[in-house]
């Protein structure tokens, strides 16, 4: 398990944050079929649910669109739910590691990631920078930290900010086996919310590779330190169409 540090900067703040350690096996004892079965089946009700879509009743008082837009930002994951569910965007599936948060994202609009924890250099700290703080992101494209962001950082700088994305050296591969998924809070962010949002990505990843090692831990008010979970073994066995995948109930 790889270690984390919690910064006096972000702990002071009381904002909760899951983070989602996994270790897959051999990619030949995955069920990727499965996986996309869930996805599928995932969008369909999504489409249904929204039928009548509106923007503003949907997003335009949920935490994080308004998180960003304290920032000036637009909140990504509305971007991406819209253009998935509405625009023809074809749901990603080059790497079914990167598409478990993404599926999170659209299902329940709380954002997340994936890093390759063998990229990392030393322990994770998450940390609130004072001022913007420059790294590449993804794709090496020049990004910075904002003030009163949610980062992290390693011995060799930052990994990812909250509101300009991760960066580019600890990204997933076709090769990365041992990743992690952050869970992003907001400071008006319950934390069941998070709870809800690890157990989901517990349940995406067991779908995919049911032999995969999960370990979840969460930084919020009531968790001063982490905690480990460890993953019900009955998770191991979801098959079938969509009523089979016994997914968590959403809150």
Not at 145 to 169: E, L, Q, W
Not at 191 to 215: G, M, Q, S, T
Request: with cysteine; proline share 8%.
């Amino acid at each position: 398990m790889f270690e984390i540090i919690k910064d006096p900067t972000f702990a002071e703040r009381n904002i909760p944050l899951g983070i989602l350690e996994v270790t897959y096996p051999d990619r030949s004892t995955w069920d990727i079929t499965k996986f996309y079965d869930l996805v599928h089946a995932e969008l369909d009700a999504l489409r249904e649910k929204y039928a009548d879509y509106d923007r503003k009743a949907v997003f335009g008082e949920n935490p994080y669109f308004r998180f960003f837009k304290k920032f000036k930002k637009t909140y990504p994951v509305m971007q991406q739910f819209e253009s998935v569910l509405f625009k023809g965007r074809p749901f990603p599936e080059e790497d079914p590691v990167m598409g478990v948060p993404f599926l999170l994202e659209l299902t329940t609009f709380v954002l997340s990631g994936t890093h390759d924890i063998d990229r990392i250099d030393g322990p994770l700290t998450i940390f609130t920078p004072s001022e913007k703080l420059p790294f590449l992101g993804m794709r090496a494209a020049s990004t910075h930290t904002y003030p009163k962001d949610i980062c992290g950082r390693d011995n060799s700088g930052i990994i990812f900010s909250m509101i300009a994305g991760a960066d580019d050296r600890t990204c997933i591969h076709p090769d990365s086996r041992h990743v992690f998924h952050p869970v992003f809070g907001t400071p008006d962010t319950d934390n069941a919310v998070i709870e809800n949002a690890l157990r989901r990505l517990e349940f995406f990843v067991k779908v995919l590779a049911p032999d995969a090692e999960i370990a979840a831990r969460r930084f919020s008010h009531e968790y001063a330190l982490s905690r480990i979970l460890a993953i019900d073994k009955h998770n191991k066995g979801a098959s079938g169409p969509l009523r089979r995948f016994h997914r968590p109930a959403m809150l």
